[in-house]
């Protein structure tokens, strides 16, 4: 089945550093998401894109939809400790299926 | 943000009892899903409703029985849980199928 490998798993960081992530998949896809996830809460949207190399921007967040179709990036800038959570990609083909498939995330914590 | 609600936010349930989840969206969607989120592995959606016609059911023990009434409202009837059920249950709801707001999510808990 389709599966997104997200990485890095696992990020330290110190505030005010620059973050990237990425998601990859062998398959294609016409729709990639990125949601945040807070403890104890529902992931939350951050942003959406739906063309091929699409640059999308929301504030210091920044995210691309690859030109294969294969994988989305998003960057961080300028990390701040309300950044601290869980990232999630989620992509969908379109293709008579309109399920979201997720990635297993990366957990973002900024060190003192 | 209080587009998507979900009751109760913490459930502790024995394998022999029976609740329900409830989850209301108030974005004026089309679209309802439900969600399970275990540690460490990948959001499992559960099923789909589509104005309210269960378009997905993904092989899900019959011991979850979803119901939705309306376009604003679902319900994750449970019963005879096992340990293993213990996770995050997420609501999901979306206009596009594809840009999905979900809810805060019940942290249920079978002993």
């Known amino acids: 089945g389709q599966q997104l490998n997200q990485s890095p798993q696992s990020m330290f960081i110190q505030e005010g550093e620059d973050v990237s992530m990425n998601c990859t998949s062998s398959?294609?896809?016409?729709?990639w998401l990125w949601y945040k996830q807070d403890p104890g809460e529902g992931p939350v949207l951050l942003i959406a894109?739906?063309?091929?190399?699409e640059l999308t921007s929301n504030g210091r967040l920044t995210a691309q939809f690859g030109i294969t179709r294969k994988d989305s990036f998003l960057n961080i800038s300028a990390s701040i400790p309300s950044d601290v959570g869980i990232y999630f990609c989620?992509?969908?083909?379109?293709?008579?299926?309109?399920?979201?498939?997720f990635g297993t995330g990366t957990r973002l914590t900024i060190i003192p | 943000e209080t587009g998507v609600t979900q009751t109760p936010r913490h459930l502790v349930m024995g394998m022999t009892n029976k609740k329900s989840l409830k989850c209301e969206q108030h974005l004026g969607h089309n679209a309802m899903y439900w969600y399970k989120q275990s540690a460490k592995k990948p959001l499992e959606l559960m099923f789909v409703?589509?104005?309210?016609?269960?378009?997905e059911n993904n092989s899900v023990p019959s011991r979850f029985s979803p119901e939705c009434p309306n376009s604003s409202h679902l319900f994750l009837h449970l019963h005879t849980l096992q340990p293993e059920d213990s996770a995050l249950y997420l609501c999901?709801?979306?206009?596009?199928?594809?840009?999905?707001?979900f809810g805060p999510g019940t942290r249920l808990t079978v002993t």
């Open positions: 409703y589509n104005f309210k016609e269960q378009t």
């Open positions: 894109l739906y063309k091929a190399g």
């Open positions: 989620a992509a969908q083909s379109n293709f008579g299926n309109e399920k979201l498939t």
């Open positions: 999901a709801s979306s206009q596009t199928l594809s840009e999905q707001y």
């Open positions: 398959s294609i896809f016409n729709t």
